[in-house]
């Protein structure tokens, strides 16, 4: 260990250190995320250091660094500096009083109304987020949306909403959402009605400024004109900016609040004295052009949830209920579990059930990804929003409200549309104190133009210009919008997401680690093969394997129990069961214990099968998955069960291949079998005999190298992998634990679909990009030139409303990828 590792610091400790790289630890660091956040951008300000992530839970803090700009020695002896100031300055009030959450946390999901630009989201999120009760609350502008986790209900985080001058909805169930919708679309219609009026209003207001009327009579009609749209259509503006004053807070409509109240009251000044310039063109036409902005905003982001409405749009509104042999129409958030539908021939059937009378076709194609109709007989489950055939169903209803597949995909949806990107964290904090930073900026330019002896009139003009010209919305909308179109390009393509972060990581992929079974493979593996020798009947055996596995969820266990059901073999109970993932099971049954699972299973368990290792290695060999049996700790039959790869698998691979993104297999099957998939798929690097900790250890392993890996697996043994993966993928067919670990679901078990996640990441990733740029880059050329006195008021605001629709004009072009 070098000297420099050895020493001792006062405020940290260095637990990991690499020449380019040191990890440490500091106390006061712990559950402090404002001296983390401090911290990192006090660091950041050094162009030797290159990178810095800090982890508040834990007070850890990783900074990548130039050793040959900033010798490791003199990072320490700085920091060991910064974390002593960080250090006399006390906690926050607000961090020392949050409550105890270790009883439990509720979260509460509301949709907001009346948020009009990105500062309004920040406004919420940090109120809600000083509260005591609340442990983490997250406002999504683009959709629109509020989560709250802590100990507020939903009733106090309603009040809390209004007493900011906001309202909020319920978005429990897909009715509401639909209500939602319908209200969206009222707020377009709206929107546009006020644009209208405001611009007739204005037009000759406009016309005579631009044209420097003269005339008493003409300066009346100005005055007339502009005062109703500067209180009438601006009045929402003047009332948020108050209302954000009352908590020392403030957004894009204060600029636009100060902006036109100064024009408007110098003009007004001005008039009353009959002398001096005359701003109410300028009042009137910045309201003109940010209501049009705000309209083509409107329009453009309902566009860009398309995905979601097109899901809402499924569940139908009513369910014809059958009670006392009567037809009875009801709303369908009135449906309750264990309720008898009547569902006819065309109709969507509305929540999930299961069938107890008729028999149809059902077309599942916007859940599963199938295009061919399914057939649905008695005892078969039915899926809310899908289209039934030419059959009439009478089916139970199973699940309602929030609890059904199509709510679960469309709460998933919102969910990775809700959610922040990392990068999307670092625009929050700059947009934080733009709007404060904006209004000094305007105060300054004020008053330099008046210590240069300008005119009064003209400082002013230029003071509102430059509350005109910045545009936080633009960076607000950078990322959730793109988020929106490409997460609801995603559903499209049968890719449900479950947090935007995985969105983000996916384009960084460089590993795919595949599970093989239901993964590569179809999942519909048969028996092929048996081979016993045991005294007991072929027959015999089966009955007592089938009987085993009937219990287990495993591809192979069902394999075995479809054989025996084609024999017309009757199956029994079993009296006791136990499964181990990736090695196999234990059962009595009919009196006898039984092992059935791999090899490693029978050796672990001290069963000799040496009398039917020969046979197994012939059906590895052919691709075949070989199930040892043992009844009463013998050795007793070896069945060879198939499993071909799915249609697409090798595609899959080659295009993943050309992506640059390398494949590696890991499963609990034999390297024999593997290695017989793994050459008909394109894949060269296998680990076999893999148990659920040997595929979590690789996943480390290969992150341990620098890889960002991916994982894709379907089974319970896969969930640990799953989880600890950069992405987890799992295949719609996989089982409830795989999929509630995994990052993103794969409909019908379409693993091509991982490399359209890959592209579709990219593509998302380039557009928020291209979206900060003109966003910052706008902001960084207009606010100094507007500041010069280059700019005027109304070409300010429409400049202003054009950048944010831009910003959501190339979010909109993912949605052709």
């Not at 406009?206 to 009609?221: E, K, N």
Request: hydrophobic residues 45%.
């Amino acid at each position: 260990m070098s000297d420099n590792a050895a020493a001792t610091y006062r405020h940290f400790d260095v637990r990991h250190q690499l020449q380019r790289r040191l990890r440490i630890v500091a106390p006061m660091l712990k559950k402090d995320d404002e001296r983390c956040y401090i911290l990192e951008i006090l660091l950041k300000k050094r162009a030797e250091i290159k990178r810095v992530r800090s982890t508040p839970a834990l007070g850890t803090v990783v900074i990548e660094f130039d050793p040959n700009r900033l010798p490791k020695a003199n990072l320490l002896l700085m920091l060991d500096a910064v974390l002593g100031n960080l250090a006399s300055k006390p906690r926050s009030s607000s961090q020392r009083q949050k409550a105890d959450f270790s009883t439990g946390v509720q979260e509460v999901d509301l949709a907001i109304e009346g948020m009009t630009c990105a500062s309004c989201a920040l406004l919420l999120e940090m109120v809600f987020n000083r509260d005591a009760k609340v442990k983490q609350a997250s406002v999504n502008f683009a959709t629109e949306t509020l989560t709250v986790a802590g100990q507020l209900n939903r009733d106090e985080v309603s009040a809390k909403v209004a007493s900011l001058g906001y309202t909020a909805y319920a978005m429990d169930t897909l009715a509401q959402r639909k209500t939602l919708i319908e209200k969206e679309q009222f707020r377009i219609r709206s929107a546009w009605r006020r644009f209208m009026w405001s611009a007739v209003l204005s037009t000759p207001v406009i016309v005579l400024g631009m044209g420097m009327a003269r005339s008493r009579p003409l300066h009346w009609l100005q005055f007339m004109l502009a005062t109703p749209v500067v209180f009438g259509s601006g009045k929402p503006f003047f009332d948020k900016a108050i209302r954000l004053a009352r908590y020392q807070a403030a957004n894009m409509d204060t600029l636009i609040a100060l902006g036109v109240g100064a024009a408007y009251a110098f003009s007004v000044s001005s008039f009353l004295r009959r002398r001096g310039h005359l701003y109410f063109e300028a009042a009137a036409a910045i309201i003109v052009f940010v209501l049009l902005g705000r309209y083509l905003e409107e329009r453009a982001k309902g566009k860009a949830g398309e995905a979601i409405r097109q899901l809402v749009d499924l569940q139908p509104q009513t369910a014809t209920l059958i009670r006392d042999d009567r037809e009875i129409v009801v709303d369908v958030d009135s449906v309750e579990v264990g309720d008898i539908l009547l569902v006819r021939p065309g109709e969507r059937i509305p929540t999930d059930g299961e069938v107890v009378h008729g028999i149809s076709t059902v077309d599942e194609s916007m859940v599963t990804g199938e295009s061919m109709p399914v057939v649905k007989d008695v005892g078969h489950k039915v899926i809310g929003g899908c289209v039934n055939g030419n059959g009439v169903l009478r089916i139970r209803a199973t699940a309602v409200g929030m609890d059904t597949v199509l709510a679960g995909i469309v709460h998933m949806v919102d969910q990775a549309q809700s959610a922040k990107l990392p990068i999307q964290k670092q625009v929050d904090r700059i947009s934080a104190v733009f709007v404060p930073s904006v209004m000094m900026v305007s105060g300054l330019t004020f008053a330099g133009w008046m210590a240069l002896g300008a005119p009064f009139g003209f400082a002013l003009g230029n003071a509102i210009t430059v509350l005109l010209i910045a545009c936080p919305c633009a960076l607000g909308l950078a990322t959730p919008a793109s988020i929106m179109v490409g997460t609801g390009q995603a559903a499209k393509k049968g890719i449900y997401i479950r947090n935007g972060e995985s969105l983000e990581v996916a384009a960084k992929l460089n590993v795919i680690v595949f599970d093989k079974t239901g993964t590569i493979t179809e999942g519909k593996p048969k028996v092929s093969d048996l081979l016993k020798v045991s005294r007991l009947g072929e027959d015999k055996l089966v009955m007592l394997a089938a009987s085993a596995e009937h219990n287990s969820e495993h591809f192979l266990g069902k394999a075995i129990v479809e054989y025996a059901r084609e024999q017309g073999i009757e199956l029994k109970e079993c009296s006791h069961f136990y499964s181990e993932p990736g090695r196999g099971i234990e059962a009595d049954v009919d009196g006898k214990s039984l092992l059935l699972g791999n090899l490693a299973w029978m050796r672990q368990r001290d069963i000799d099968v040496q009398n039917l290792e020969a046979a197994a290695g012939h059906f590895a060999e052919q691709g075949k998955t070989p199930v040892y049996m043992a009844v009463n700790h013998k050795e007793a039959a070896v069945f060879g069960i198939a499993d071909q790869p799915r249609a697409h698998a090798a595609e899959a691979i080659a295009r993943l291949h050309r992506l640059g993104v390398e494949t590696v297999m890991a499963t609990g099957d034999t390297e024999k079998t593997a290695r017989f998939i793994a050459r008909k798929v394109g894949i060269s690097d296998i680990a076999a005999n893999a148990k659920p900790e040997e595929k979590l250890a690789i996943i480390q392993r290969l992150q341990a190298e620098g890889k960002v890996v991916g994982m894709i697996g379907d089974g319970i043994n896969d969930a640990p992998a799953l989880a600890a993966a950069n992405v987890g993928f799992a295949v719609g067919s996989g089982t409830d634990i795989a999929i509630e670990s995994a990052d993103m679901t794969l409909t019908q078990g379409d693993i091509t679909k991982v490399t359209d996640a890959i592209e579709l990441s990219t593509d998302t990733i380039r557009i928020i990009k291209q979206n900060l740029f003109w966003a910052f880059g706008y902001n960084t050329i207009a606010i100094p030139v507007a500041a010069i006195g280059k700019l005027n008021p109304m070409i300010a605001s429409a400049a202003m409303a054009l950048s944010s629709l831009s910003v959501i004009l190339n979010s909109l072009r993912l949605s052709k990828k």
